[in-house]
């Protein structure tokens, strides 16, 4: 079995991520330990970046991932006793620009000198080339906030771009390069000279080929993860900041690009947010870790951007986004059901007044990147009268362990699961084997009543090749979700998790009645299959798991159908 995960799973990698990663192993290099390099004059205005949440309390105490933790002495920058995740954010710095930071200079002057004198080159997780990264570019945003950098921290941050240079992801690819890049052209920037040239170039030469590859046409960030793709977006608008502190060092026409490409995230990650202003739970996602929506376009305002938020009105058919209809600001234009489809992505958000629903009719991910997918394949969100009501179970926790199996295992998302196996071979702590490919997307509009429809194959590996097909169908008062599951004989499960703050309660058999914290009331009718309530768990933010209720149908001959009215 463990030789089959790794054959499905090794077979989509791409030749640089093996060499890659026997390169790091049998090719450790020294770091460069030379002189600081000089910095280059700054002429343009750098504009205040996104905010970050405050998580550090004391001097020395910090709040990652919901845990609090103290940096007492030297050790406690690689303690065992931490998760790694939380070392990682520890040794990020974006302490440095989160909101009220200049109320909190005389700590962070501290906790920089700190991190230089007990973090020796190359020793320990800050050295890891992801933080690595992300520090050099809060060192730098830092510094172009005002605050003036030691000698000695300018010899550490020439030290960190050095060695940083030296261990390009290459065996990671996705996110993990961009922010290497992204981390070489803040370099290039800051510093002058010859060596200051060579990282500006390398870090444009990978930007070069990653935007294009990794933003797909309609926006999104092809690892799928709306949180990441919240991620990806604010690092491509500090590179746009980054260009017009100093003007002429980037290409024009580049800085054009990533303005287009930044233009077209946006508008993607406001057709995957709630009416809450948060994102949807597909993927690896939880709140509390990218800069929210509403944060981002602010800060894209600030660089002369959003005029591509059209306040989802009037959207780009050339950007690969249908409207049926359009969707506008005004409610007095809002048309009563709209549709937005996001081909290459593929994922689809069905609106009118009262709800809104945002359905999974997508690939895990990259084949050869799929480390932050969920079984979660024709999953769904639902919102309404403004508050989250089907939820997917969400993301608490990285690493290995049952529990983040588990949470990236199709139970634990609102879909169907056949045979009580996963849609995607979810295993170890990043790893996809067989996964689900969906096809047979069919979306319509009739008469005011919103169709799509999509299968999937990511049960074909079972006895009988089931397939499973949902169709969901949203008019102004409801939305009735139809499972279908044909071949084999299975048992299949239809899970519907409810946000904690819903309450569920039995009316007969067969319906339900749900309060939302509003006050106001849904029904529920399962018109087709077994329905019962279970228990569930639902994951907002990293460290954080709450109990909740999952509405549950059991599918009868392959079949089950249920319907959710708002009025």
Not at 57 to 72: I, K, P, S, W
Not at 151 to 163: E, G
Not at 204 to 214: A, D, K, M, T, Y
Not at 215 to 232: K, R, T
Request: glycine share 8%; aromatic share 10%; hydrophobic share 45%.
């Amino acid at each position: 079995m463990k030789i089959a995960l790794y054959f499905y799973t090794l077979r989509h990698l791409r030749p640089v991520q093996i060499t890659g990663r026997l390169w790091h192993r049998l090719n450790p290099a020294k770091p460069d330990l030379r002189a600081a390099l000089s910095l280059n004059l700054a002429t343009g205005e750098w504009a205040i970046p996104a905010d970050r949440h405050a998580c550090m309390l004391e001097a020395d105490a910090f709040r990652f991932l919901n845990t609090v933790g103290r940096v007492r002495d030297s050790s406690a920058w690689n303690d065992p006793a931490q998760e790694k995740l939380w070392l990682y954010n520890l040794h990020y710095f974006d302490v440095l620009n989160a909101v009220g930071a200049a109320d909190r200079t005389a700590w962070h002057r501290g906790l920089v000198a700190r991190w230089v004198a007990e973090n020796p080159p190359a020793i320990g997780n800050g050295w890891e080339p992801y933080p690595t990264s992300l520090r050099i570019v809060n060192w730098v945003k830092w510094s172009l906030a005002g605050n003036a950098l030691d000698p000695a921290w300018v010899h550490s941050l020439s030290v960190q771009a050095r060695w940083l240079q030296k261990h390009i992801e290459w065996h990671l690819l996705g996110n993990h390069l961009f922010v290497n890049a992204k981390a070489l052209v803040f370099s290039g920037l800051f510093f002058a000279g010859d060596e200051a040239d060579a990282w500006l170039a390398q870090g444009l030469n990978i930007l070069g080929r990653e935007v294009p590859e990794q933003v797909l046409p309609d926006g999104a960030h092809f690892e799928l993860s709306p949180m990441y793709h919240a991620i990806i977006l604010e690092d491509l608008l500090d590179l746009v900041n980054a260009a017009g502190v100093w003007p002429g060092r980037v290409p024009d026409a580049m800085v054009a690009q990533w303005r287009e490409v930044a233009e077209r995230m946006l508008r993607w990650l406001e057709g995957l947010i709630h009416p809450d202003g948060e994102i949807a739970f597909f993927n690896d996602a939880a709140l509390g870790i990218a800069p929210e929506f509403g944060v981002l376009s602010a800060y894209a305002k600030r660089l002369g951007m959003a005029q591509g938020l059209r306040q989802r009105c009037a959207l780009d058919d050339a950007i690969a986004v249908d409207s049926l209809p359009h969707v506008c600001a005004s409610e007095a234009q809002k048309p009563i059901v709209s549709l937005q489809h996001f081909r290459e992505s593929g994922y689809v958000r069905l609106e009118c007044r009262q709800a809104v629903a945002l359905l999974d009719v997508a690939c895990v991910g990259p084949d050869y990147l799929p480390g932050h997918a969920h079984a979660d394949t024709l999953s769904f969100e639902l919102s309404v009268h403004g508050q989250r009501v089907v939820v997917n179970g969400g993301t608490a926790r990285y690493g290995l362990g049952p529990e983040r199996v588990r949470e990236r295992g199709t139970a634990a998302h609102s879909t169907v699961q056949v045979g009580g196996q996963d849609s995607s071979e979810v295993w170890g702590g990043f790893r996809v084997a067989r996964r689900a490919y969906p096809f047979d997307l069919q979306i319509q509009d009739e008469a005011g009543v919103l169709q799509v429809a999509c299968s999937h194959d990511g049960y074909k590996r079972l006895p009988g090749a089931p397939v499973h097909r949902r169709t969901w169908e949203m008019d102004t008062c409801s939305l009735q979700v139809t499972d279908s599951v044909r071949g084999g004989k299975h048992t299949a499960l239809a899970r519907y998790i409810m946000h904690p703050a819903v309450t569920v309660m039995a009316v007969d058999g067969n319906t339900w009645q749900l309060t939302l914290p509003g006050g106001q009331a849904l029904r529920v009718v399962v018109s087709v299959g077994l329905g019962r309530v279970e228990s569930a768990s639902y994951a907002p933010e990293f460290g954080v798991v709450l109990p909740t209720q999952s509405l549950t149908v059991e599918l009868v001959q392959g079949q089950a159908q249920l319907k959710w009215f708002w009025n």
